[in-house]
Every structure is written in structure tokens, then in C-alpha cells.
């Protein structure tokens, strides 16, 4: 069973860091493009970040670049969103992605808030 597991999320203050994580179990991890992706009520899905499936390349939404940071273990199944320098423009439930081809898995979500 695929499932995605993020973690990490919550209330913080403008200006202060939180990790999130997410967890992978039931596929082949490593063989994945794992990406983070933020929502709004009433907007659409975003991609914040993404790593490829050995870690050597990133890509950044221009709204993050300098303040968030994606990581991933292979050897434990997980990817990270290290974010920094928070504003309250980056609240919203994050989620996590793997995709590999036609196959796309997605997390249920974490929310994220940033008190101003």
C-alpha cells in the first residue's frame, strides 16, 4: 500500500523555521521525483520545490528561493522542506508528491501557518 506521510507542520511566528517531512512507504522510493506543493483555499495546488530521484538537482518556486531548502534520504524513504525566514504569505497546507512516469502519489497534507 503507497502511502505518503507529511509531518512538521504548524503554527509559527514571521520570520521562524519549520521541517517538514514526509515519509514513504509501498514503492520504490529512490526511483522518484519528489516535490512539495502548497494550496489555498480557492487556489490552486503549487509547486514550492522538487529534487530528483538521486538528490542532484532542485528546482524552486521564485517565492522560495533563498528561504527553503528540499533534502532527501533515500536509505530512509523520506524527503524534506526546510524553511526558513517563514512570511505569511507561505500559510497553507503543504504536500508532498512522488511521480515517476505515469505513476503520482500524493500525501494528505500538513498545514502550515505564519503569524505576522
Known amino acids: 500500500q503507497v502511502q505518503l506521510v507529511e509531518s512538521g507542520g504548524g503554527l509559527v511566528q514571521f520570520g521562524g523555521s519549520l521541517r517538514l517531512s514526509c515519509a514513504a512507504s509501498?514503492?520504490?522510493?529512490?526511483?522518484?521525483?519528489m516535490s512539495w506543493y502548497r494550496q489555498v483555499p480557492g487556489k490552486e495546488r503549487a509547486l514550492v520545490a522538487s529534487?530528483?530521484?538521486?538528490?542532484?538537482?532542485?528546482n524552486y518556486a521564485d517565492s522560495v528561493k533563498g528561504r527553503f531548502t528540499i533534502a532527501r534520504d533515500n536509505e530512509k524513504n523520506t524527503v524534506f522542506l526546510q524553511m526558513n525566514s517563514l512570511k505569511p504569505e507561505d500559510t497553507a497546507v503543504y504536500y508532498c508528491?512522488?511521480?515517476?512516469?505515469?505513476?503520482?502519489?500524493w500525501g494528505q497534507g500538513t498545514q502550515v501557518t505564519v503569524s505576522s
Open positions: 509501498g514503492f520504490t522510493f529512490s526511483n522518484y521525483v
Open positions: 508528491k512522488g511521480l515517476y512516469g505515469i505513476n503520482a502519489y
Open positions: 529534487i530528483s530521484s538521486i538528490g542532484g538537482r532542485t
